[in-house]
Nanobody, 118 residues
Framework: QVQLVESGGGLVQSGGSLRLSCAAS????????MGWYRQAPGKQRELVAS???????NYADSVKGRFTASRDNTRNTVYLQMNSLKPEDTAVYYC????????????WGQGTQVTVSS
């Protein structure tokens, strides 16, 4: 059974920081591209960052220079360090794992709420 479990969300003031974690189980973690998505109320889910093993992470323009994605394949965990948070970063953040291997294999976490107050 595949599980992606996010943690680390919460309420923070504008300019503050949070670190999200996503622990994966039931998959060969190292072969998956791991992504962080977010969805604000009334908006579509958007990709925030993605990271493949051995490659630099890619970021949405809105978070470049403020967010850093990293992964630890020994712990089957991906992280999202969020600095200089803004109220517009308020959203539910979701962890995603996907790989194209004999078809598309994709999994989602349950999401964690991040709220940035002004």
């Amino acid at each position: 059974q595949v599980q992606l479990v996010e943690s680390g969300g919460g309420l923070v003031q504008s300019g503050g920081s949070l670190r999200l974690s996503c622990a994966a189980s039931g998959i060969i973690f190292s072969i998956y591209t791991m992504g962080w998505y977010r969805q604000a109320p009334g908006k579509q889910r958007e990709l925030v960052a993605s990271i493949r093993s051995g490659y630099n992470a890619n970021y949405a323009d809105s978070v470049k220079g403020r967010f850093t994605a990293s992964r630890d394949n020994t712990r089957n965990t991906v992280y999202l360090q969020m600095n200089s948070l803004k109220p517009e970063d308020t959203a539910v953040y979701y962890c995603n794992a996907h790989v194209v291997l004999a078809g598309v294999n994709e999994y989602w976490g349950q999401g964690t709420q991040v709220t940035v107050s002004s």
